[in-house]
């Protein structure tokens, strides 16, 4: 049996209003990706995730999904996606959608009806309390600010939970209706062709039906960051039938914003539940060896037994870009890009890392994101023009810093930029059977370094970073594996096609062969 497509691949997220407009609205939509699909191409990505696309008031900037199963005029109409899904697997790019399933926009119909009274067909679609104005059914906080997790609705008189914004009710996955109007929503977009999802705070789909109050220490902490019931798992088998059941390794890669890899973990079921699943704790770590080479063992230990298969991510659309947690520093995320595409798993790229982009500084009037996370949403430069390939009005958000020379044209011009970089561990990585699937075995190469083998029968490649400001001559057992290697790609272009000579530059990292790539 070949190994299904998802766990070689290396997968792009566009985050569609910021990507490039062709509306000439300032915001991003389908047509701009599409006309974009050449630069995912060459850069080499096998599959796009789409952040939401749906119809919705954007409260939370489509997380607050009013239809699911139509485009928002923003971004364009269905013909459009289509369009674009044609196009994509035209270029061998496989497209994955987001999927909400946790909780609706308050406009869409099913909670229009829901709140209309407490008699309404779907009332029971969401999760309704009992209780006075005063005091909410229980200690659970929401997302993104400090209030409760529940809104009052003065008309019906009753609570309604929402992990998130109140214009974000949770949906009841107890109500059997509710099961099988979302597989309804998976079955339109698996019909249309699409080849999977990312699955939106999927672990937060069962919730215990007691709803009991969170321990006085965890309850400062979002409930939608705690919830991890069992009943989650028999939702999700029932996911993975669904998806099983079309051709072609249809995948899920779930959000599991659970900050534990073992219990992450457990949402792989017995190989029944989601295919991937996001594990943060990486994302979370500082640039340094000791907390990376810790995060990436109890990775291996949660996972590997189980035939799990890892994910990596440093960046996406809800945390500051990591070259922005890591200082600034543009060798850090030279070296970084190397670590993400070199470690054994599926690697997941956030639009405009390959160009180096660090957040945009947004004036505190131009903030428009309830969770404070607009900085690493800024629009994509595409050309060093004026409106860097936007067309017409200026973009919902500011630039990211230096877009004059982070912009795709004067990057891909120069064959040392980290754009470059990008595309050439791409390559390696797509060549190389040990870097797409192989073994992965620590080694020791000294203090601040990480270093690690890659090995498929023969193909054996040898990966060493320096997290330290200084050079290093390395040690232990990477020297004894690295001596006779070539550099094959150097985070800083240094000595790559030669001999390795046994060091590593300041913030850098290298890949061995054991010739030229
Ligand atoms: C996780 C998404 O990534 C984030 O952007 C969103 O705000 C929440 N889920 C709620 O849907």
């Known amino acids: 049996m070949p190994e299904p497509w998802w766990k070689s691949a290396v997968i792009y997220q566009i985050y569609p209003r910021s990507f490039a407009d062709t509306g000439g609205d300032g915001v991003g939509d389908l047509r701009g990706i599409a006309d974009h699909l050449d630069h995912l191409a060459w850069l080499g990505v096998d599959a796009i995730w789409l952040s939401p696309i749906y119809p919705s008031p954007m409260a939370d900037f489509g997380y607050d999904v009013s239809d699911y199963c139509d485009i928002d005029p923003t971004f364009g109409t269905l013909a459009d996606f289509d369009d674009l899904l044609e196009r994509a697997h035209a270029a061998a790019i496989k497209v994955?959608?987001?999927?909400?399933?946790n909780h609706t926009s308050d406009q869409h119909p099913w909670f229009v009806e829901a709140r209309s009274s407490r008699q309404a067909p779907k009332r029971d679609w969401y999760v309704w309390r009992d209780g006075d104005p005063a005091t909410p059914p229980?200690?659970?906080?929401?997302?993104?600010s400090d209030e409760p997790a529940w809104t009052w609705d003065a008309a019906t008189e009753q609570w309604y939970l929402r992990l998130f914004l109140a214009e974000q009710p949770d949906l009841n996955w107890a109500n059997p209706e509710v099961v099988e109007a979302m597989h309804g929503v998976l079955r339109f977009w698996l019909d249309r062709g699409v080849d999977g999802f990312r699955m939106d705070v999927i672990h937060a789909l069962g919730k215990d039906p007691a709803l009991p109050d969170w321990p006085d220490e965890l309850a400062g902490i979002p409930a939608s960051a705690l919830n991890d019931h069992e009943s989650t798992h028999g939702i999700l088998r029932d996911?993975?039938?669904?998806?099983?059941?079309?051709p072609g390794d249809r995948m899920m890669v779930g959000e599991v914003y659970l900050l534990s890899t073992a219990k992450v973990a457990k949402y792989?079921?017995?190989?029944?539940e989601l295919h991937l699943a996001f594990n943060f704790p990486p994302l979370y770590a500082p640039w340094e060896a000791g907390p990376w080479k810790k995060r990436i063992d109890r990775t291996f230990e949660e996972l590997d037994p189980i035939g799990a298969w890892p994910t990596w991510v440093l960046s996406n659309h809800d945390n500051p870009r990591h070259r922005t947690r890591y200082g600034g520093s543009e060798a850090r995320a030279r070296a970084a890009a190397v670590l993400l595409l070199t470690m054994r798993g599926t690697p997941f790229l956030f639009q405009g890392e390959e160009f180096g982009l660090e957040d945009a500084v947004?004036?505190?009037?131009?903030?428009?994101?309830?969770?404070?996370r607009d900085g690493c949403r800024a629009p994509i430069p595409w050309t060093a023009d004026a409106d860097h390939g936007w067309s017409g009005r200026d973009p919902w958000l500011p630039w990211p810093p230096e877009p004059d020379a982070r912009n795709a044209a004067t990057l891909a011009a120069d064959s040392q930029s980290i754009?470059?970089?990008y595309r050439r561990l791409l390559a390696l990585r797509r060549a190389s059977p040990a870097l797409r699937l192989g073994s992965w075995q620590a080694l020791e190469a000294g203090p601040d370094t990480l270093a690690y083998r890659r090995a498929a029968g023969d193909d054996e490649r040898v990966v060493i970073l320096n997290y330290g400001d200084a050079p290093i001559a390395i040690e232990g057992s990477a020297a004894d594996t690295a001596r006779r290697l070539v550099v094959q790609v150097a985070s800083d272009g240094r000595g790559e096609g030669r001999l390795f000579d046994g060091t590593v530059a300041g913030s850098a990292a290298v890949v061995l062969g054991k010739g030229e790539t």
């Open 96 to 101: 994955i959608v987001d999927w909400v399933p």
């Open 362 to 372: 947004i004036p505190p009037e131009r903030v428009v994101d309830p969770g404070g």
């Open 419 to 421: 754009l470059h970089l």
């Open 268 to 272: 792989y079921g017995a190989g029944d």
């Open 138 to 144: 229980n200690n659970w906080r929401a997302a993104f």
């Open 239 to 246: 996911l993975r039938r669904l998806l099983d059941g079309y």
